[in-house]
Each structure stands twice: as C-alpha cells, then as structure tokens.
C-alpha cells in the first residue's frame, strides 16, 4: 500500500546493514517509529482514511531521510528506518527532529483533517546491541519510553530500559494472577464537605500487594494492565468491589453515600463496556448515583465515538462524571461544554502553592468560579494544611480531601474515621 519494503525485506537490509557497519568500524542507527493516536483516525473516521494517512506519513517520513537509508513499514502504523555508515550520530539526529516536526503538521484526509504525532525509538549498533534481534528489541524499548514520556517525542536506548522491560514483563505475567491470588485491595480516601468538615463521600484506589515482590505503586502496573489488556478483568473486579462497599455503607451509614472510581481511558476504548457496570448495579440493587466515575482531560481530548456514547449511557444511567487532574492538561472548555460533568477536581500541584503563590492561588480562585458558573462542583485535591482549607473554602470550593484529613484507608479504617465523627451522615447530598 505505502510501497515501502515490509518486515521481510527490512530484516534483510538491517543483516546487510550490520555486517557492513561492522567490517567498517562505524556505527548504524534503527529508528522504531509509532504514529500516535492513530487507531482514533481509524476508527473515527474509518479505515479508508487511515490507509490514506499511512500512505500520506510514507511520503513525509522519505523527504526526511537520505537517500542511502532504509525507510520500511512493518505493519499497521509501525515504520523503522535503518541508517548506516554513521561517523557519529549528528545525522541521528537531525532526522528525529524532521520527521517529529513533519510528522505533528496536519494530515488532510479529503474533507477531513488528522492530527497525529509520533513516537521514535532509537538503538545504535554496536553500542546497544550486537545482533539484529537485540537492536530491534532495544529500538523498540526506547520507542515505548517515549511514549510513556507523552509522546511526540524520542527517546534513545539506555541500559537501564533492558532493566526495567524485564520487570514490565515480570509484572504483565503477574497480573494475570492477582484477582485469583486476591493480591488486589481497595483504599478510601475521605472527601470532605469544606463547609462542615464532615466527610461525604470516598475516593477508592487500588493497591498491589505481591507476594515475593512487595508493595507496586498502581502508577506501575496500571500502564501494563492497559497495554496487554487485562485492565478490562482488573477494572471490573475494581467497579464490583467498590460498588458492593458503596451499597454496604449507605445501608449503615448514610443512603446517599458516593464513592467515586477512577477509570482508565483504555476501558472507554471498549464500546460495550458500560453494559456489565450498569447490569452489576441494577443486579445488586444500587442506583447509578452512587458511583462517581473519575476521568481525565485527556480522555475527553482524545474522546472516540465509543468514549462519547460511554459517557452519555452513563449520565443517563445516574452516574456523576468528575474531571480529575484539572488544570494540568488541555482545560478546553469546549469539552465542557459538550460533556456532561458533575465534579472539577483542582489538581493537587495548584493546592500545594495556593497560599504562598499569587499565581496558583489566582487559578484555584478561577477554577472554582467557572465550575460554579457552569453548575459543576468542585473538589480540591491533595490539601495538606488548614490554611489551604480555609483559603479554598474562603474561594468557595465545595469538597476537599488529602493527608490534612486522612490519607487512603483501608475499608475498616476508613469506617472507624466514620464511626468517630459525632454528626450523623444521613443528610448528605
């Protein structure tokens, strides 16, 4: 289709490549080049366009290179290029810079347009690897970095990413077992009313513990879990442990009690995910209010037809939609606009500077307004000391939680802090 060599061909030229590098004592370079965001062109605008895009990248990735390198597509949207001959690696880069320059201008696509950037790995032979298998391992490794890194970017290969694909690999194999091994727990974070200093709601995250290997932070695994898929059984266990928890204390403490669960943009990839949350909860009798779905800028920015029916299904169902991390990303208030949305969370970076930095509290102060003017309540994260408290509710802020009223808690501490506030909770709203 691209009329670029395939794998077959590549695997060819890059043996070729490395016994003419070696003979000559100087150096190649493989690029594993990644289209960002493309399966989003495929399937919002269907595989017509994204074949055209694959065609159009093709032709921009070639007026990159030189003409004595290998530019090949190895499938779907993967390309590697093959430079050799390198004195040293200036010509490296200098390519990176093109093809990440060229590669984030706009693709027209008939009466559409796409916008896309990539993501670029690269290993030198023979400082990296000694054979072609190890180079291409070690090239895509580094490309896979400079995804986690936020992409439309690159990244060379280090020693220390052999390290850590092998502890990737160890935990993705792990995680296949965890729900069976019940290795998953559930902690609560209470959510204060800033007005009363009571709690009315919960923020649930999950926990890791291994065995043999300890403690893993979720910023860890949940990255594996979204990139071999087992985010789906994982993300369902999370939502039925939570929503049975939700259902149990509302029947004790308070009938109005919310928890809310943080989801995975990957879970909205998924078009009929919503249908086993919504049937769990009408099979175990807990009305959709109850659960407060957290979700990123970036899930809205990047949002799929399946992600805008998801969100839709799920306000009409009953649940509430919180933004979290507010203020970190895009903040368009186009989406909005467009989204239905019951809760800004502030991110914590902006709370920790609020009451010592004009600048931060000035955005806090905005936040706070614009939500209310558009009907959303606010939440401020990670408020460590009274003085942020007082200067966010003095703002108007409506919840508020973080280590000044207690950090995560296990289920029957979190019901202890309950059993300890001497004001009933039946009046929560």
């Not at 998953?184 to 649930?204: C, D, F, R, T, W």
């Not at 200067?391 to 202890?416: E, M, N, T, V």
Request: aromatic content about 8%; proline content about 3%.
């Amino acid at each position: 289709m691209t009329g670029l060599p395939n794998r077959r061909l590549f695997n060819d030229r890059l043996s070729q490549g490395i016994n003419k590098t070696a003979r000559n004592h100087t150096k190649l370079a493989l690029l594993s080049l990644d289209i960002d965001k493309f399966k989003e062109v495929n399937d919002s605008l269907g595989h017509c366009y994204g074949d055209k895009l694959l065609m159009e990248a093709a032709i921009r990735l070639t007026e990159c290179i030189r003409d004595s390198d290998t530019l090949a597509r190895l499938g779907g949207d993967e390309f590697s290029v093959i430079m050799s001959s390198l004195a040293d690696i200036s010509n490296v880069r200098q390519v990176i810079s093109r093809v990440l320059e060229t590669m984030a201008e706009p693709f027209p696509l008939n009466e559409s347009i796409a916008y896309v950037t990539a993501s670029i790995g690269i290993a030198i032979f023979p400082d990296d690897a000694t054979t072609a298998e190890e180079l291409i391992n070690a090239a895509d490794n580094a490309m896979y970095t400079a995804k986690r890194e936020g992409r439309n970017c690159s990244h060379f290969f280090t020693p220390e990413m052999q390290s850590e694909n092998s502890r990737k690999i160890l935990l993705g194999n792990e995680l296949r077992h965890v729900i069976a091994k019940e290795q998953l727990m559930m902690v609560y974070q209470p959510i204060v009313n800033l007005a009363s200093g009571k709690v009315h709601k919960a923020e649930a995250l999950v926990r890791w513990h291994h065995d043999e290997l300890g403690d893993i932070p979720p910023i860890e695994f949940i990255h594996i879990a979204e990139d071999n898929g087992l985010i789906f059984p994982i993300g369902d266990w999370i939502f039925q442990h939570v929503a049975k928890q939700t259902l149990a204390w509302r029947e004790q403490y308070c009938k109005n009690f919310k928890i809310s669960i943080n989801k995975s943009p990957a879970q909205f990839q998924k078009n009929n995910q919503h249908c086993s949350w919504l049937n769990y909860l009408e099979n175990i009798g807990l009305a959709g209010d109850a659960i407060i779905v957290e979700i990123t800028e970036n899930l809205l920015m990047d949002s799929s037809k399946f992600t805008d029916q998801l969100l839709s299904t799920l306000n009409s169902s009953g649940l509430q939609i919180a933004l979290d991390d507010f203020g970190t990303g895009y903040s368009s208030l186009a989406y909005l606009k467009k989204f239905h949305v019951d809760y800004l969370k502030i991110d914590q970076s902006f709370v920790k500077d609020c009451t010592n930095d004009y600048e931060s509290e000035a955005l806090c102060q905005a936040i706070i307004a614009m939500a209310h003017k558009l009907g959303i309540m606010v939440v401020a994260e990670g408020i460590e000391t009274q003085a942020q408290a007082d200067l966010l509710l003095a703002a108007g802020c409506d919840y508020g939680q973080g280590f000044l009223y207690s950090k995560a808690l296990p289920a029957a501490q979190f019901q202890h802090l309950i059993d300890k506030d001497d004001t009933p909770l039946d009046n929560i709203a």
